[in-house]
């Protein structure tokens, strides 16, 4: 009775064996699986979420889209800052995002290829690198009109960087992705939710979940994401999968996996 | 008629003051014409220095002295500004011409009787017409009375923050009668004649037979005597506002840093923002130039230094406020490598929206939020630049590397959907979403050539697992961009999937036969 009252205390205050509330209501992801295991069940508003990747193209589009596709509906603008390579529309769009209402800002590099960098930016040399993203992250936070916002930061950032993020964060009504390299798993950070991304087999996705405000959990949560090819041929990969971790010298199975030969040119 | 009468005891100093750097505000300062200082301010005078001693006494007493040319222009510039402040107010903004008696004497007269109503009365119109001329940063001292010569003496006689007000004819006979001789501008000529004859103030001299007076100190001392007091007609011109804006600002501190040349250029947009609130309209872009200090003699192998160089902002939502411009300015300018120290700025605007500004509102809303996104694309632009801020674009093309297109989004409507002006029909990209086969939402630019063994393709040194495919992506022909190949669905070791595809026939232009990595599915 008393832990009870404890607990109604104030929102920040949580048992260790417990997940953390939130105030407000989480933004739900999308995936029930991964919604039970996330304070406030979903993506928390107001904070930073890591994801930490080994490259990009784990199925990280596929796992955020729920969430972007419905802020997007409620007419809500969705940013996204340096994405690693261009984005294609039409596969936007078979998951439910309406490619056109994205932003994309490049704070790093000029967007197309051989485009000379607009403006008067050519000459400059004394900002950091970097600042440049942190700055327009800021902004975007303390605007306070962005419905979410998806980031991929630039490597090596440092821990203070991420705490001053995390202060803007505050004024930010809706979920913030930060998208990390794998290595940046063994620093500190300062987001309150962490989750390491990692590719569990044809369309599917294992997140380990770093830090929550919560209890550890040991073993990650496995999630189907839409399927991009066919359930037999993804049965067939993962068999070979299988198989070729069995006995590693065989030779791998790779060509023509229907029976069609290809004419080798 | 009611008139408001604006004196600036200080105009001179403060827009020489302007154009120094914010630490030297403080500082001892003296206007110089020929060479006999014509004004001083606080600090200066503390020192001893006062109007009508010598350059040379001036230094003698305060060696730190920073003495300025006064400069008519400069002044007239300056005035100017407040007579556009003061057309927000009233159509009938009379701007005196230059006295040519006194250096220090500056006034702008409102006639605003037919203004009161709208602006609730007298108290309230002369609250939001100092609210209107504070960022321009000058003194004034207010006063009304029915008359515009007589609200032009009165307001000499006005205290800092106490406007004199007289509502009738009477009222202002009483507070004139007390107004020295001198306030006059054909007085002064002859203050030191009407001084030995004792006649000190207005009350001493209007009994005295007119044909004496006139023969004595000219029929202009007369003719201003009766304007002020209401017995002789006095029409005015009423001031112009100048179709485009243009304003200089000469810095006598040579500005090395962008924080000295906002410090000017802050001066320059409050001048701005008065003149286009005299038309009631928002400022859409405008020009800032910086003029360089010339270099005449030049290293070897070093780049001429321009004589100027010109900021060009413009706005996606046009605003009349200040503050905003101020952050769109330090934005750019932060990007800025001066070529070299600034001598002058100047701001030129001819752009400008007509209409009042939409109304703010107390709670947010969707229309509030879209206006905060404008102001926050304006600023990403402003100073990442306007191409790095994109949107995606909807391109039916079959081509890989072609459907995938960008566009720079358009800061005043940063949700609008760019389908609209486009053939593309909704309907009609549903269906073709639903027929078409399987993209990657990554892809790369420019397919990545990859390693390949035994006919194999390999992706960072481990070999690729074929699961789907293939589907044959074929031609372009038509715009000189043919392509001819055979994707792939391929898994990594990882067992993340990618997007490869295979060259099938040896193109000129395009990638030779061979593996390639196209996209990633994220």
């Known amino acids: 009775m008393r832990g009870a009252a404890l607990e109604a205390l104030h929102p920040a205050l949580w048992r260790a064996h417990q997940l953390g509330r939130h105030s407000e209501r989480a933004h739900s992801s999308g995936f029930p699986a991964l919604d039970v295991q996330l304070p406030g069940r979903g993506w928390p508003k107001r904070a930073l979420t890591e994801l930490l990747l080994p490259h990009p193209g784990v199925g990280e589009i596929r796992l955020l889209a729920p969430s972007i596709a419905s802020t997007l509906r409620e007419g809500r603008l969705v940013m996204l800052f340096d994405p690693p390579a261009c984005l294609s529309s039409w596969a936007l769009l078979q998951l439910g995002i309406d490619a056109e209402q994205l932003l994309v800002v490049y704070t790093r590099r000029p967007p197309v290829q051989g485009a000379a960098p607009p403006g008067l930016r050519g000459a400059e040399s004394h900002v950091e690198a970097g600042g440049d993203a942190l700055w327009a992250l800021e902004q975007s936070f303390k605007s306070g009109h962005v419905g979410a916002l998806l980031a991929w930061l630039p490597p090596r950032m440092q821990p203070e960087r991420l705490r001053r993020l995390q202060l803007a964060v505050q004024a930010h009504d809706g979920p ?25 087999g044809v369309d599917r996705l294992a997140v380990h979940v770093m830090k929550r405000r919560g209890p550890l959990l040991a073993q990650a949560v496995q999630l189907e994401l839409p399927p991009m090819v066919s359930a037999e041929v993804a049965a067939e990969a993962d068999l070979a999968r299988e198989r070729t971790a069995a006995a590693r010298p065989l030779r791998q199975r790779t060509f023509e996996p229907r029976g069609r030969r290809i004419p080798s040119v | 008629m009611l008139w408001i009468g604006l004196h600036l005891p200080r105009l001179s100093l403060e827009s020489f003051a302007a154009g120094l750097p914010p630490q030297a505000a403080n500082e001892p300062l003296a206007l110089l014409d020929n060479h006999l200082i014509v004004s001083a301010n606080a600090p200066a005078q503390a020192l001893g220095v006062k109007p009508g001693l010598k350059r040379a006494t001036a230094l003698a007493l305060a060696p730190q002295l920073r003495l300025g040319q006064a400069d008519a222009l400069r002044d007239a510039q300056a005035l100017s500004s407040v007579a556009h402040a003061a057309l927000a107010f009233t159509p009938m903004v009379v701007q005196p011409p230059a006295d040519p008696y006194g250096q220090n004497r500056h006034h702008v007269l409102l006639e605003v009787q037919a203004s009161l109503r709208y602006f609730a009365g007298r108290e309230r119109l002369l609250q939001r017409l100092g609210e209107a001329l504070a960022p321009l940063g000058h003194r004034v001292r207010v006063a009304s009375a029915p008359t515009a010569q007589g609200a032009a003496v009165l307001a000499c006689l006005a205290k800092a923050r106490q406007p004199l007000h007289c509502a009738d004819l009477p009222a202002l006979h009483e507070a004139l009668a007390q107004a020295p001789v001198w306030l006059l501008g054909p007085g002064r000529e002859h203050w030191d004649a009407l001084q030995g004859m004792g006649l000190r103030t207005l009350s001493d001299l209007r009994p005295l037979p007119r044909a ?75 020009r800032l130039l910086m003029q360089h200090e010339p270099r005449h003699r030049q290293r070897d192998g070093e780049e001429p230094v321009p004589d100027h160089s010109t900021l ?149 040194g481990a ?60």
Request: charged share 25%.
């Open chain 2, 312 to 460: 060009e902002i413009a706005l996606a939502e046009p605003s009349c406020d200040a503050a905003h411009l101020l952050v769109l300015l330090t934005e750019r300018l932060a990007q800025v490598q001066l070529a070299a120290p600034s001598l002058e700025l100047r701001l030129h605007c001819g752009d400008i929206a007509r209409g009042a500004a939409p109304n703010g509102e107390l709670f947010p809303s969707a229309k509030s939020e879209r206006e905060g996104l404008t102001r926050l694309i304006e600023r990403l632009q402003a100073r990442l630049g306007r191409e790095q801020v994109q949107r995606l674009v909807l391109t039916e093309d079959h081509r890989p590397e072609r459907s995938c297109t960008t566009q720079p989004v358009d800061a005043a409507n940063p949700q609008a959907a760019v389908r609209r002006s486009a053939t593309l029909d909704p309907d009609a990209v549903s269906r073709a979403v639903a027929i078409s086969a399987v993209r990657p939402a990554w892809l790369l630019p420019h397919p990545q050539a990859l390693h390949e063994r035994q006919h194999l393709p390999l992706l960072d």
């Open chain 1, 176 to 200: 913030a992705f930060m998208l990390r390299e794998a290595a940046a798993a063994d620093r500190p950070s300062a987001a309150p939710l962490r989750l390491a991304l990692r590719s569990a």
């Open chain 2, 212 to 286: 004496g007076l006139a023969r004595r100190f000219g029929p202009e001392l007369l003719d201003e005597i009766d304007r002020a007091f209401g017995d002789k007609p006095d029409p005015r011109v009423p001031v112009s506002l100048p179709p485009l804006f243009d304003s200089r600002l000469e810095l006598f501190a040579r500005a090395d840093t962008t924080e000295q040349v906002l410090h000017g250029a802050a001066v320059l947009l409050a001048r701005l923002v008065a003149w286009a609130s005299a038309q009631h309209a928002r400022v859409r872009s405008f």
């Open chain 2, 463 to 522: 070999p690729l697992l074929i699961l789907s495919g293939p589907e044959r992506i074929e031609s372009g022909w038509w715009d000189g961009d043919p392509i001819a190949r055979d994707y792939f669905i391929a898994q990594q070791s990882d067992g993340a999937l990618v997007w490869i595809f295979r060259g099938r026939l040896p193109l000129a232009d395009g990638p030779g036969p061979g593996w390639y990595l196209q996209g990633r599915f994220g």
